[in-house]
């Protein structure tokens, strides 16, 4: 079965989580991850978004840019290696990667609902 690969435009750590919320909060319109925006609120999850999440029956990863780059990496594949922008929704499907919903894409979507939808009508 496919797996979805979400890689956020930010990286993992105490401290860069703590500067993602600032930012969210300070200056939401400059913030450059649109998937953290429409599934996470300023502190947790959003509903919406969970539910879908749980009741999913398509495996989902979720991954902060560094590590998936890292994990990129520590495969060792030069073959595979392929950069992206971020954020990204990546499909797994029998160790193919491809692009599910571009940065362009994640980007004018508005809403959790609608990412939602999307997801929905592509798999």
């Not at 595979?80 to 994640?106: A, M, N, W």
């Amino acid at each position: 079965m496919a797996k979805l690969i979400f890689i956020y435009n930010a990286d993992a750590g105490l401290v860069n989580v703590a500067l993602d919320i600032a930012h969210k909060v300070l200056s939401p319109d400059t913030y450059s991850c649109n998937l953290c925006m429409l599934t996470h609120d300023t502190f947790t999850e959003r509903s919406a978004w969970q539910a879908f999440r749980k009741s999913s029956s398509v495996p989902m990863e979720f991954l902060h840019k560094d590590e998936y780059e890292q994990k990129v990496n520590d495969l060792n594949s030069l073959k595979s290696k392929q950069t992206y922008s971020y954020p990204i929704i990546l499909k797994e499907d029998q160790g193919q990667i491809d692009i599910f919903i571009d940065t362009v894409e994640l980007n004018q979507i508005k809403d959790v609902n609608r990412l939602i939808n999307t997801i929905q009508e592509r798999l």
